[in-house]
């Protein structure tokens, strides 16, 4: 079992930065970001391949946010710009523990979820 704990959260005006953090305990295959946001479904993010070569992302934060891994720490981030409000959310890292067939898009698709961290853009 695979044990995720994402950091970095917190409070930003509109067109702040934030990089959040995600920590596994062992290794892992794919690995994604999810948000859900007051009254709506979870959503995809962002999703990354076990090497790191390849990247996906939804379209509401193409050119904004960039995902990326580090295999020596078992870490992966998501780095956020010009954040609006709309990009509030819980944002939940999840990863895949099996083989590696293709980007993940579905939270289905994956093994093992973090407990969240609040983002919250104000106007």
């Known amino acids: 079992q695979v044990q995720l704990v994402e950091s970095g959260g917190g409070l930003v005006q509109t067109g702040g930065s934030l990089r959040l953090s995600c920590a596994a305990s062992g290794r892992t295959r794919a690995m994604g970001w999810f948000r859900q946001a007051p009254g709506k479904e979870r959503e995809f993010v962002a999703t990354?391949?076990?090497?790191?070569?390849?990247?996906y992302y939804t379209d509401s934060v193409t050119g904004r946010f960039t995902i990326s891994r580090d295999n020596a720490k078992n870490t992966v981030y998501l780095q956020m710009n010009s954040l609006k409000p709309e990009d509030t959310a819980v944002y939940y890292c999840a990863a895949t523990g099996g083989y590696y067939s293709g980007p993940k898009w579905k939270g289905s698709e994956y093994d093992y979820w973090g407990q969240g961290t609040q983002v919250t853009v104000t106007s």
């Open positions: 990354i391949s076990p090497s790191g070569a390849s990247t």
